[in-house]
C-alpha cells in the first residue's frame, strides 16, 4: 500500500517535471529571439532579413512580438520605382516608432529584399513587391494582415492606421523637417538682392511694364502648374480595379 503511494507520488511528480523543462526551454528561446530583435533593432529601425533570419525569428514559434514586414525589391536592376518611394515612407514610419516615448519590444519592423532572401518569397507563394505583411504575435497572418496597397496608398500615416488595427500599437508619424523649400525662398531673396544691388543705378527696370507682365504671367503659371498642386496636396496615385479592370486615380 505504502510502496504504490509512493510510485503514484514519484509519477506524480516525474509527470510534472517534463512540462516545465520544456516550458523553460522555451522561455529561454523567447528571451534569445526578443533579445536578438532587440539588439538589430538598436541599430536600425527597419532590420533586415533574409531567409534564415526569417525563419528562425519569425516564422518559427515561440515568439510573443509581431513584427511588420515589408517584401521589396530596391536592387536598381529591379526597376521598382514604386519599391523605393514605399521605402522612404516605411523608414518614417519605423524611426517614429523606435525614436517616440512608448517603444517596446511588442512591435518590430522588417524588410526582406527579393535579392536576399527570394526563398521567403517563394514560401510565401508572393510575386508582388512592395507588400506589407504583419505578423501577428499570436497565430498566422490573416487576410487583413496583408495591407491593401493598392486602395490604401504607402504613406506613413495610412502605414501607421493598419499597424494600429493590427497590433493596438499607436504610432505618431513624424517626419523629417523638410529644408529643401525654405533653402530654395532664400536663395531667391539672394538673387533678387544681389541684382538690385547691381542695378542700384539703373532701377528703372521696376518701373517698367513688360517686366512685371512677364513676372505676373510666371506666378500664374506656376500657381496653376502641376507642381504647386503635387506640393500643397501629394501626387495622386492611380489604382486599378481588379475586378473592372479600370484605372482611376
Ligand atoms: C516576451 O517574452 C520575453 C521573455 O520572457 C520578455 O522579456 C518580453 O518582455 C516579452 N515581451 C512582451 C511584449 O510581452
Same mark, same amino acid.
Given at each position: 500500500m505504502f510502496y504504490k503511494l509512493l510510485i503514484v507520488v514519484f509519477l506524480a511528480v516525474s509527470l510534472q517535471g517534463t512540462p &516545465?523543462?520544456?516550458?523553460?526551454?522555451?522561455?529561454?528561446?523567447?528571451s534569445e529571439?526578443? &533579445?536578438q530583435m532587440m539588439e538589430w533593432a538598436s541599430k536600425r529601425a527597419?532590420?533586415?532579413?533574409n531567409g534564415e533570419k526569417f525563419r528562425r525569428l519569425i516564422r518559427a514559434p515561440p515568439r510573443n512580438y509581431s513584427v511588420v514586414i515589408m517584401f521589396t525589391a530596391l536592387q536598381p536592376q529591379r526597376q521598382c520605382a514604386v519599391c523605393k518611394q514605399a521605402d522612404e515612407e516605411y523608414q518614417i514610419l519605423a524611426n517614429s516608432w523606435r525614436y517616440s516615448n512608448a517603444f517596446t519590444n511588442r512591435i518590430f519592423f522588417a524588410t526582406v529584399d527579393f535579392d536576399e532572401g527570394s526563398d521567403v518569397f517563394q514560401m510565401l507563394n508572393m510575386n508582388s513587391a512592395p507588400t506589407f505583411i504583419n505578423f501577428p504575435a499570436k497565430g498566422k497572418p490573416k487576410r487583413a494582415d496583408t495591407y491593401e496597397l493598392q486602395v490604401r496608398g504607402f504613406a506613413a500615416e495610412q502605414l501607421a492606421r493598419w499597424v494600429a488595427d493590427r497590433t493596438d500599437v499607436h504610432i505618431r508619424v513624424i517626419r523629417p523637417p523638410n529644408y529643401a523649400g525654405p533653402l530654395m525662398l532664400g536663395l531667391l531673396l539672394a538673387f533678387i538682392g544681389s541684382l538690385a544691388y547691381l542695378r542700384r543705378n539703373n532701377l528703372e527696370f521696376l518701373f517698367n511694364k513688360n517686366v512685371w507682365a512677364f513676372s505676373a504671367l510666371c506666378f500664374v503659371l506656376f500657381m496653376t502648374s502641376g507642381q504647386m498642386w503635387n506640393h500643397i496636396r501629394g501626387p495622386p496615385y492611380a489604382?486599378?480595379?481588379?475586378?473592372?479592370?479600370?484605372?482611376t486615380p
Open positions: &516545465s523543462d520544456g516550458q523553460k526551454k522555451k522561455e529561454t528561446l523567447l529571439k526578443v &533579445s527597419v532590420i533586415r532579413m489604382h486599378k480595379n481588379p475586378n473592372t479592370g479600370q484605372v
